[in-house]
């Protein structure tokens, strides 16, 4: 099987990243991982961000950690562009639903990884057992 841990902000939204053929690239992997033969299954460590995380989160199973996001956008660059004020951040990622808790419930992943009080860097074999054990 195929397992990947996915902790990016994401591709650059830039035009000399996309003239170098990011776009490509991230569409090039993301159909090299959903023509695997194998079972895969991707875990969202913390931030699964843009294109660069789907293109690495195709996968049979998608999990995350309790208190990971993953989105299209990060909740800043959402607001900037909504509402042309960084600030309004938390607003942005309310609306955008990026929580485990909130992929969970709209069908996006599969499980959430709990995490101990404080985070997952609090109990780093709390939480590797815990993946191991859904995985």
Known sequence: PLLTLVDTAGAYPGVNAEERGQAEA???STSACL???VPSISVVIGEGGSGGAIAIATANRVYMLEHAIY???SPEGAASILWRDTTRSKDAATNMKI???DLLELKIIDAIV???LGGAHRGPDTVIAATGDLI
Do not use: F, N
């Open 99 to 101: 929580t485990a808790q």
């Open 35 to 37: 023509r695997l033969k």
């Open 71 to 73: 989105s299209v956008i």
């Open 114 to 116: 709990p995490e101990p």
């Open 26 to 28: 991230i569409a090039r």
